[in-house]
């Protein structure tokens, strides 16, 4: 089973910026899709971006296009998400997520870290 752990999550103002990492267990990570997702208490989990195995092609939900970049380094088991011009309504959860098969589109993964809270003041 893989593991995930989340970091860099922390308190920051409006149009400031943050970068999240989340580090794979297993070298098994060059091998999945890999997300982030964000949920706000009391909220349904929302998909944030994804990105491909090799990095080459990414996917983000509209409210963060143009302002968050999901990127990875297979050679370190760890995939990142630059969060740049940051809103107050990012303020959430922040999980990352990952997935040995299927589409990049899909919101459907296998493993799940524990989250980092990201809270954007205004």
């Known amino acids: 089973q893989v593991q995930l752990v989340e970091s860099g999550g922390g308190l920051v103002q409006a149009g400031g910026s943050l970068r999240l990492s989340c580090a794979a267990s297993?070298?098994?990570?060059?091998?999945?899709?890999m997300g982030w997702f964000r949920q706000a208490p009391g909220k349904e989990r929302e998909f944030v971006a994804s990105i491909t195995r090799s990095g080459g092609t990414t996917y983000y939900t509209d409210s963060v296009k143009g302002r968050f970049t999901i990127s990875r380094d297979n050679a370190k088991n760890t995939v990142y998400l630059q969060m740049n011009s940051l809103k107050p309504e990012d303020t959430d959860v922040y999980y990352c997520a990952g997935k040995p098969r299927g589409s990049l589109y899909s919101t459907a993964y296998d493993y799940w870290g524990q989250g980092t809270q990201v809270t954007v003041s205004s």
């Open positions: 297993e070298h098994t990570f060059s091998r999945s899709i």
